[in-house]
């Protein structure tokens, strides 16, 4: 019985999240083209070329999307650089919690972001333990869980400052961690 109130602790630990990510202002990505000819019509999703993680992304609409794998669980994730951190929804932060790979212990605090319309908002902040975009696997990265399961996932500022510099090729639809 004592496990069951535990399981619905860290329920409504998660169900009182944010409603959407904070974003930095002013923050702008660079677009540098990379010569990928020989990567451009491939099927393979991750290279590794001299140092760099070359990661394709899927279009639709505008909006730029990577597979990452947190705490083991592969996701879609919009990429955002003007999100300060990874944005996952309730949704996700369930599934890791019941397949154990959040804990109670990942989760740390409550935060208050402000949105792109100005509103601000609480949420939870967790420690994602394993955070691997294309090959490179980064430990222990913040996190926070958004109280809508609709909301997107965004990759962010707290995953992607972990790289000496990223870079975008549109031209090859590929993003270049470095």
Known sequence: ???????????LMI???????????????????????????S????????GKTIVKMEKKNGVKYVWVEINGLKLKFIFDTGA?????????????????????????DVQYFQDATGKVSAGTRINLRTVKIGNRVL??????????N??????????????????IDNKNNVIVFE
């Open 1 to 11: 019985m004592h496990h069951k109130n535990y399981k619905y602790e860290i329920f």
């Open 15 to 41: 169900s009182l999240l944010f409603i959407s990510c904070g974003h930095k202002s002013g923050h702008r990505n660079k677009q540098n083209l990379v010569n990928l000819n020989n990567y451009s019509h």
């Open 43 to 50: 099927n393979k999703k991750t290279y590794d070329v001299k």
């Open 84 to 108: 300060s951190s990874i944005c996952i929804s309730s949704a996700e932060a369930t599934v890791l919690y019941k397949q154990g790979t959040l804990q109670k212990e990942d989760i740390l």
């Open 139 to 148: 430990q222990n990265i913040e996190a926070i869980v958004i109280d809508n």
């Open 150 to 167: 609709e909301a997107p996932l965004l990759l962010g500022q707290s995953a992607l400052e972990r790289f000496g510099k990223i870079s």
